[in-house]
C-alpha cells in the first residue's frame, strides 16, 4: 500500500505561521490529488486544501488567503503552509492522497491517511 507521513504540527500564537509537510512512500505510480483536511473536537473532518498533479487547488472558504497548499511530484510530498493563524484553526490535521500503485504485476488505486498532525494555536 502507500503511506503517508505528516510533520510539521505544534503550538503557536495567534498570527503565527506553521507549515506541514506530507511525504508519500511505497510502489507509487502516480498520485492524482493530494490534500489537507482537519478535524477538531466535536467537528466532522473538513476539507482544508487540496492540489490535483498539475497544480489545481481548492481551499475551504475559512482558510482563503491564510493557507497555501504546494506540492513537490518529485518528492510524492504536499505542504501546507498556514499563516495569520486563528484560534479557530486549532484541529488534528490529516493528510490526504489518492492515486495508483504497483503491487507484483498489477497496477492498484488507493486512497491513503495519514495518522494526523496536531495544531494549536493559542495564547
Known amino acids: 500500500q502507500v503511506q503517508l507521513e505528516e510533520s510539521g504540527g505544534g503550538l503557536v500564537q495567534p498570527g503565527g505561521s506553521l507549515r506541514l509537510s506530507c511525504a508519500a512512500s511505497?510502489?507509487?505510480?502516480?498520485?492524482?490529488?493530494m490534500g489537507w483536511y482537519r478535524q477538531a473536537p466535536g467537528k466532522q473532518r473538513e476539507l482544508v486544501a487540496a492540489i490535483t498533479s498539475g497544480g489545481s487547488t481548492n481551499y475551504a472558504d475559512s482558510v482563503k488567503g491564510r493557507f497555501t497548499i504546494s506540492r513537490d511530484n518529485a518528492k510524492n510530498t504536499v505542504y501546507l503552509q498556514m499563516n495569520s493563524l486563528k484560534p479557530e484553526d486549532t484541529a488534528v490535521y490529516y493528510c490526504n492522497a489518492r492515486g495508483s500503485y504497483y503491487r507484483g504485476s498489477y497496477v492498484l488505486n488507493f486512497g491513503s491517511w495519514g495518522q494526523g498532525t496536531q495544531v494549536t494555536v493559542s495564547s
Open positions: 511505497g510502489s507509487i505510480l502516480s498520485i492524482n490529488a
